[in-house]
C-alpha cells in the first residue's frame, strides 16, 4: 500500500490569485458585509420595537434576518481575513466547523422560506381563520421546529466527515469550504456520505422546495378571483417579495451546484457563491423594505 501523507490543513483558492486585487475586493467585501448586517439588524429591531409590526408575517421576516446575518457571518468574516492576510489556509477541524454552520443556516433559511409560503396561504386563503391558524405558539413552534431539524440533518452530515482522512493536496475551488469539494480531497471512502448528500437533497431538499411553491398555486388562483383591484394588488405585493427572495436563493445555489462544467468551471462557481452566500443576505431586506409599505411606514416613525 502506497504511503499517505494526512493532511491537516487545507489551501482556499479565493476570489483572485492577483495581489493587486486583494485590497479592492477587501473593502468592498467589507462594505458589503457591514451593510449586511446593517439592513437586516435594523429589520429586526423595528419588528421587535414596533408593535404594528408584531404580527406573524414579520415574525418570520424577524427570523430570517438573524438567519442572514448568521449566515453571511460564516463566510464573509472568514474571506476578508484571507483577503487581508493572503495566507488561505485553514485547518480541518475549521473547515468541517464552517460547513456545518453553512449547511445549517442554508437548511434553516430554506425552511423558514417554505413556512413563509404557508403563512401567505393561510393570510390570502383562508383570512377569517388567520389568527386561529397562525397564532403566536403555532409561529413559535414552527420556527423552533425546523431549527432543530436542521441542527440534527448538519450533525450527521458533520459526524460522517469526522471519520475521513485526508491526504491529498487538490486546493478547495471556493472561498469558503463546500462539502462537495472537501469530499474531493478526501483519501477515505466517501461512497457513505455522498448516498447521504442525494438522500438529503432528494426528500428533505425536494420536500422543503415543494411546500416552499405548492401553496401558490393556490394563492394565484385565489388572487385572480378577488374582485377588489386593491386587494389584488396588495396581495401581489407581498407575495412577489417573498417570491424574489425564494428564486434569488434558490436561483443561484442551484446555478452553482448543477450548471454545465460546474466541476471544471472554477471561475462561474466562484461568482454563483457570492450571489447566494453574500449577496442575497445582503438584498433581502432591501426586497422587503423597499416593497412593503408598512415596513417603510415603520421606518420612517423610527427615523
Same mark, same amino acid.
Given at each position: 500500500?502506497e504511503?499517505?501523507?494526512?493532511?491537516?490543513?487545507?489551501?482556499?483558492?479565493?476570489?483572485?490569485? #492577483?495581489?493587486?486585487?486583494?485590497?479592492? +475586493?477587501?473593502?468592498?467585501?467589507?462594505? %458589503?458585509?457591514?451593510?449586511? #448586517?446593517?439592513?437586516?439588524?435594523?429589520?429586526?429591531?423595528l419588528?421587535?420595537?414596533?408593535?404594528?409590526?408584531q404580527?406573524?408575517? @414579520?415574525?418570520?421576516?424577524g427570523?430570517?434576518?438573524?438567519?442572514?446575518?448568521?449566515?453571511?457571518?460564516?463566510?464573509?468574516?472568514?474571506?476578508l481575513?484571507?483577503?487581508?492576510?493572503?495566507? !488561505?489556509?485553514?485547518?480541518?477541524?475549521?473547515?468541517?466547523?464552517?460547513?456545518?454552520?453553512?449547511? @445549517?443556516?442554508?437548511?434553516?433559511e430554506?425552511?423558514?422560506?417554505?413556512?413563509?409560503? @404557508?403563512?401567505?396561504?393561510?393570510?390570502?386563503?383562508?383570512?377569517?381563520?388567520?389568527?386561529?391558524?397562525?397564532?403566536?405558539? *403555532?409561529?413559535?413552534?414552527?420556527?423552533?421546529?425546523?431549527?432543530?431539524?436542521? /441542527?440534527?440533518?448538519?450533525? %450527521?452530515?458533520?459526524?460522517?466527515?469526522?471519520? +475521513?482522512?485526508?491526504?491529498r493536496?487538490?486546493?478547495l475551488q471556493s472561498?469558503?469550504?463546500?462539502?462537495?469539494? +472537501?469530499?474531493?480531497?478526501?483519501c477515505?471512502?466517501?461512497?457513505?456520505?455522498?448516498?447521504?448528500?442525494?438522500?438529503?437533497?432528494? &426528500?428533505?431538499?425536494?420536500?422543503?422546495?415543494?411546500? *416552499?411553491?405548492?401553496?401558490?398555486?393556490?394563492?394565484?388562483?385565489?388572487?385572480?378571483?378577488?374582485?377588489?383591484?386593491?386587494?389584488?394588488?396588495?396581495?401581489?405585493?407581498?407575495?412577489?417579495?417573498?417570491?424574489?427572495?425564494v428564486?434569488?436563493?434558490?436561483? *443561484?445555489?442551484?446555478?452553482s451546484?448543477?450548471?454545465?462544467?460546474?466541476?471544471?468551471?472554477?471561475?462561474?462557481?466562484? /461568482?454563483?457563491? %457570492?450571489?447566494?452566500?453574500?449577496?442575497?443576505p445582503?438584498?433581502?431586506?432591501?426586497?422587503?423594505?423597499?416593497?412593503?409599505?408598512?415596513?417603510?411606514? &415603520?421606518?420612517k !416613525?423610527? /427615523?
Amino acid at each position: 500500500m502506497e504511503n499517505q501523507t494526512v493532511l491537516y490543513m487545507l489551501f482556499l483558492s479565493g476570489l483572485s490569485d #492577483l495581489p493587486s486585487l486583494q485590497l479592492p +475586493l477587501f473593502l468592498v467585501f467589507l462594505l %458589503v458585509y457591514l451593510m449586511t #448586517l446593517t439592513g437586516n439588524l435594523l429589520i429586526v429591531l423595528l419588528i421587535c420595537t414596533d408593535s404594528h409590526l408584531q404580527t406573524p408575517m @414579520y415574525f418570520f421576516l424577524g427570523t430570517l434576518a438573524c438567519l442572514d446575518m448568521g449566515y453571511s457571518s460564516v463566510t464573509i468574516p472568514r474571506m476578508l481575513f484571507d483577503l487581508y492576510t493572503q495566507k !488561505r489556509f485553514i485547518s480541518i477541524q475549521a473547515c468541517i466547523t464552517q460547513i456545518y454552520f453553512i449547511m @445549517y443556516f442554508a437548511l434553516s433559511e430554506i425552511s423558514l422560506l417554505a413556512v413563509m409560503s @404557508y403563512d401567505r396561504y393561510v393570510a390570502i386563503c383562508r383570512p377569517l381563520h388567520y389568527t386561529q391558524i397562525m397564532h403566536w405558539k *403555532t409561529c413559535v413552534l414552527l420556527v423552533l421546529g425546523l431549527l432543530m431539524i436542521s /441542527v440534527v440533518c448538519s450533525l %450527521v452530515h458533520v459526524l460522517l466527515l469526522l471519520r +475521513l482522512s485526508f491526504c491529498r493536496l487538490t486546493p478547495l475551488q471556493s472561498f469558503f469550504c463546500e462539502l462537495p469539494q +472537501l469530499l474531493l480531497v478526501s483519501c477515505s471512502d466517501t461512497f457513505i456520505n455522498v448516498l447521504l448528500i442525494l438522500i438529503t437533497a432528494i &426528500s428533505l431538499g425536494g420536500g422543503i422546495f415543494a411546500l *416552499t411553491f405548492c401553496p401558490y398555486i393556490t394563492i394565484l388562483n385565489t388572487i385572480m378571483k378577488m374582485q377588489s383591484k386593491a386587494m389584488r394588488s396588495k396581495a401581489f405585493s407581498t407575495c412577489s417579495s417573498h417570491l424574489t427572495v425564494v428564486f434569488l436563493f434558490y436561483g *443561484t445555489a442551484l446555478f452553482s451546484y448543477f450548471h454545465p462544467n460546474a466541476k471544471t468551471n472554477s471561475v462561474v462557481d466562484k /461568482v454563483a457563491s %457570492v450571489f447566494y452566500t453574500v449577496l442575497t443576505p445582503l438584498v433581502n431586506p432591501l426586497i422587503y423594505s423597499l416593497r412593503n409599505k408598512i415596513l417603510k411606514t &415603520s421606518l420612517k !416613525r423610527a /427615523v
